[in-house]
């Protein structure tokens, strides 16, 4: 199979692009051939495991798009190159066909995924948190995030009654057969115990770890093969990662306890929440929980719905992910949009809040299996690396840098977690900027994270996906800054469990240049607070007022049966 030449096409000097779907030709020969050659690989190396055996289909499927794309790329670039490397808009004309390709084959990925399941989805979910990546391809694969089809509930009731080690109705009053949420590694079902409590009942697919070393096998040998024949980017670090992860994840003990953890975490609070546990009807496969309904935090119209605003709904959960570095040193591994949600709480009665008139956002967390530690000296050293950035001290952040991530990495973290507003420079800028700290692609990045301790980059790419879901609900890169400044000059605070003193490091030594920071950072808090209250919150309110005058007016003029229109709560689910 292959994407022919013909399929770019320019009239006059308006670029017009079309790239039609694969289609059937002498490249069908070379396919066949690769295919052979990975399976039969697969064999060699894992022909034992019966697993293989029964990954056919999904391994055949993953091979024929990864030799697709890699042979398109390098047809499209030097077809392109060769025809239009004159034409005078090569770099825009270029850049747009690019584009277009990224999205054809990463619409061609997330329906391998879709198809395949399992590791696959987790993989797409995890990668999509990659800023590395094209945005067309993050685009797309957060599609995985709520779109994973479940299993027929046949087909995973015996796992059920065995974990119970009962019948489905001698444990419940009411058993939902229909999924109300389907992840990579379970689904969920809603169900109400005999006392007649609502419950949220996990089960984890039948047959997934045995399917799971087998699909990873496959992947890892294709990416292999693809950066010997095709010499495109080694993704074989990515799936050692997800590897690694996936036995902690496998364990649904692991996620008990985790929750239990996280609950004490933020007992003090009451706007973050963590489902109830039943342990009684839970076990390695199978968790029972408290059945929550709440809104996907990333769907801002939803949230205007329910009175809230997106943007202080990413403020929130902002605070709750920097709290969880800087305080408490457990950090959720897996915080995409799909296992955060979001509920209204009712007005607050404190008349200095900015809540007075509006309901307050109450994050719930969910999908507790992947949790990061960070150990008491690295989690004090971030804090002051956070503010040297208030005091825009360089040397001091990169200090503390160099002592946390290690020389390597050191040098270069603080650029790349200090807040800037990239979205504003030139594509020479952002360059020049890269290479002035000395990485300038996704190598240099992976590079700098191999070298520094793995708690710490294991941690840093989660809050990378916390801030890519609260950029996209409206905060800015002074919001970003003082959030996590608040919350580092709280950690700071926090003692280590030898409680020995806090070691300060450059210009943090100084008891002078501490007080500094805390006035200024209780004056950055002090202006966030007089916009909300001033200003924010009245703009908010009259694009609430918008928002529902827009709505009634669709309704009144809406000829649509009622019963179609969609409803306000969506469920709390895992992914």
């Known amino acids: 199979m292959a994407w022919g030449l013909s399929d770019i096409a320019f009239t006059g000097n308006t670029q017009h692009v079309h790239l039609d779907p694969i289609i059937i030709d002498g490249m069908a020969v070379f396919d066949i051939a690769m295919l052979v050659v990975v399976v039969v690989g697969l064999v060699v190396a894992y022909g034992s495991r019966f697993e293989i055996v029964k990954a056919g289909p999904r391994i055949v499927r993953m091979v024929l798009w990864g030799i697709r794309s890699a042979y398109r790329y390098k047809r499209f670039t030097l077809y392109y190159t060769w025809k239009y490397s004159s034409h005078p808009s090569f770099q825009e004309m270029y850049q747009e066909a690019m584009s277009k390709m990224h999205r054809q084959v990463a619409h061609g990925l997330l329906r391998v995924c879709q198809k395949n399941g399992g590791v696959y989805v987790k993989a797409g979910q995890t990668a999509a948190s990659l800023t590395t990546l094209p945005p067309e391809y993050r685009e797309m694969l957060e599609k995985l995030e709520d779109s994973v089809p479940p299993r027929p509930f046949v087909a995973i009731k015996k796992t059920l009654e065995v974990e119970l080690g009962h019948k489905v109705e001698e444990v419940f009053e009411a058993f939902e057969s229909k999924a109300t949420a389907a992840a990579s590694l379970a689904q969920v079902h809603k169900a109400r115990l005999k006392d007649g409590t609502d419950v949220a009942v996990k089960i984890q697919y039948p047959g997934l770890e045995g399917a799971l070393h087998a699909d990873l096998a496959a992947m890892t040998l294709l990416a292999g093969f693809a950066t010997l024949v095709f010499r495109v980017s080694d993704w074989r670090w990515f799936l050692k990662e997800i590897r690694d992860k996936l036995s902690e994840e496998l364990d649904f003990r692991n996620e008990a306890d985790n929750a239990a953890r996280l609950a004490i975490c933020f007992a003090d609070r009451d706007d973050i929440v963590v489902p109830r546990l039943f342990p009684r009807w839970s076990s390695k496969r199978l968790l029972c929980m408290e059945w929550i309904q709440g809104i996907k935090v990333s769907d801002k119209e939803e949230l205007k719905k329910a009175g809230l605003s997106p943007r202080q709904v990413a403020l929130l959960f902002q605070g709750v992910a920097a709290e969880m570095m800087c305080s408490h040193g457990f950090v959720h ?157 709280k950690g700071l605070k926090v003692k280590t469990q030898s409680n020995k003193r806090v070691e300060y490091v450059g210009v943090m030594k100084s008891r002078m240049k501490r007080w500094r920071l805390w006035l200024h950072i209780a004056a950055m808090k002090l202006a966030a607070w007089i916009v909300l209250i001033a200003g924010g919150i009245h703009h908010e309110e009259e694009n609430l007022l918008e928002q529902q005058q827009s709505d009634d007016d669709a309704t009144s003029s809406s000829t649509k049966d009622p019963a179609t229109k969609k409803t306000f709560h969506i469920q709390v689910m895992p992914a």
């Open 333 to 489: 591994g897996d915080m995409h949009p799909g296992n955060v949600f979001v509920r209204a709480l009712p007005p607050s009665s404190n008349i200095l809040t900015p809540w007075r008139r509006h309901p307050r956002p109450q994050l719930v967390l969910i999908d507790h299996g992947l949790y990061f530690n960070l150990p008491s000296d690295m989690r004090l050293l971030y804090c002051m690396m956070w503010c040297a950035f208030v005091l825009n001290d360089a040397a001091t952040a990169t200090t503390a840098a160099i002592q946390l991530a290690g020389e390597t990495t050191g040098r270069v973290l603080p650029a790349m977690l200090k807040p800037r507003d990239w979205d504003t420079m030139t594509p020479e800028e952002r360059l020049k900027a890269r290479n002035k700290v000395g990485f300038g692609g996704m190598q240099d990045i992976r590079n700098a994270m191999k070298s520094c301790p793995q708690d710490l980059a294991d941690c840093l790419r989660a809050m990378t996906i916390v801030r890519h879901t609260c950029s996209r609900l409206g905060t800015n890169i002074a919001d970003r800054l003082r959030v996590n400044a608040v919350e580092a000059l």
